[in-house]
């Protein structure tokens, strides 16, 4: 909001009004613009602007003269469109909006200097009392320039965020080895800016966990760490370079996303290989439980992916153990089913012992008695596969 500093507000006087008008009719949008232009080239971004000095002149006179009637009525026609038009030419021509901001607010000095240097002495007071309205002139000029800057640098940005999703998904749906995902992998590395075989970090989130995901990508973005969004059969696949740069808390992106309840999957050898990896994280991030957090990775999953393979298979890896288990009273089959899952994640009789606050004999005779009852020894790597993948 621009303050406007404090002034008589009498109403003109008819004198006032046809002196004010005679001044205006003294300022010409050519002169005015050729005192304009040396300052916008002194504003950054203008010095070699990507559009025709022709244009900024064209532009710049024909911003005097709507400016200038805007005063002569009191007011700016709703109906100019020279600001809007000056707003998208500038976003499409990737100027800043700060210089675009810069460039356009040196309109009010310019028309200030220019009516101070036809006004005479005893015209103070009356230039005084048009400060106002002067200033609120350029402003609504300003505004609306800036809000077809705004909406157009949005709508740029919707334009290619889906062009890139058409041509990511060129790479999830082409034929493997042919010419056209060959050709979509090269125009997903222009588009994106990696090199073809830039190693890759894909995550997947599935379901409710998708607008986590999102949130965290944004807040990687925040920190200058580039993201690409795209799906896959319902999963939201995000990628990214394996090591993107990113500044402050977020230097490493794949600690923060592996905070995440997502399915998390490397693609060493980049745009390549993104389809497969993009799969792989899709069915990772499939097998987190409700009451899991975290992210699920190759080394966290590999036996329930395992396990569910053999399943759907009709397969199953140990439901012979079960039923066998099944057999005793409950107290008991916990006991070993402890016994049993704690040496199996320490791999010692002693530290199993250790952990659960008992002899290591104890837990020998444990177990003994769950081979005896199952068939299956925890002891022997080859049988503990199963347990390993069966309750994964």
Not at 261 to 286: C, F, H, N, S
Request: proline share 5%; charged share 25%.
């Amino acid at each position: 909001m621009v303050a406007y500093p404090t002034t008589d507000t009498r109403v003109p006087l008819a004198a006032d009004e046809q002196r004010w008008r005679e001044l205006l009719a003294r300022l010409d949008p050519a002169t005015l613009t050729e005192a304009l232009l040396p300052r916008v080239d002194r504003v950054d971004g203008y010095q070699s602007p990507p559009i025709p000095r022709s244009e900024i002149r064209r532009t710049a006179e024909l911003s005097m003269e709507v400016l200038l009637r805007a005063l002569r009525t009191g007011s700016l026609d709703n109906s100019v469109t020279v600001p809007s038009e000056i707003g998208v030419s500038r976003a499409r021509a990737g100027i800043e909006l700060s210089s675009l901001m810069a460039a356009l607010q040196l309109d009010f000095a310019v028309l200030w200097d220019g009516l101070l240097a036809v006004a005479d002495d005893a015209d103070a007071q009356l230039i005084v009392h048009r400060t106002r309205a002067v200033m609120r002139t350029v402003d609504a000029w300003v505004s609306q320039a800036q809000r077809a800057y705004l909406a157009e640098t949005q709508r740029m940005r919707e334009e290619s965020a889906s062009l890139r999703r058409d041509i990511i998904d060129a790479v999830f749906h082409s034929t493997p080895g042919s010419r056209e995902e060959r050709e979509a992998v090269a125009a997903v590395a222009s588009e994106c800016g990696y090199g073809v075989d830039e190693p890759l970090l894909v995550v997947a989130a599935v379901r409710g966990d998708i607008p986590a995901l999102r949130v965290g990508v944004a807040e990687l973005e925040r920190f200058g760490v580039m993201c690409q969004l795209s799906h896959l059969d319902g999963a939201l696949i995000v990628f990214l370079a394996a090591h993107p740069g990113g500044t402050g808390t977020h230097a490493d992106p794949a600690a923060h996303l592996g905070d995440m309840r997502v399915g998390m999957a490397p693609a060493p050898d980049g745009i390549t290989g993104l389809r497969a990896a993009a799969a792989r994280a899709r069915e990772l991030a499939l097998l987190l439980t409700p009451d899991e957090s975290g992210a699920m990775t190759r080394e966290r999953g590999w036996a329930r992916q395992a396990a569910r393979a053999l399943d759907d298979a009709g397969s199953p890896v140990i439901a012979d153990v079960e039923a066998a288990l099944a057999q005793g009273s409950a107290a008991k089959r916990e006991r070993l089913l402890e016994t049993v899952r704690c040496y199996l994640a320490l791999g010692s009789i002693s530290d199993t012992a250790a952990a659960l606050f008992c002899h290591r004999n104890t837990v020998s005779k444990q177990l003994q008695q769950f081979r005896d009852v199952t068939g299956v020894d925890p002891t022997i790597p080859q049988q503990a596969a199963r347990l390993v993948v069966g309750w994964a």
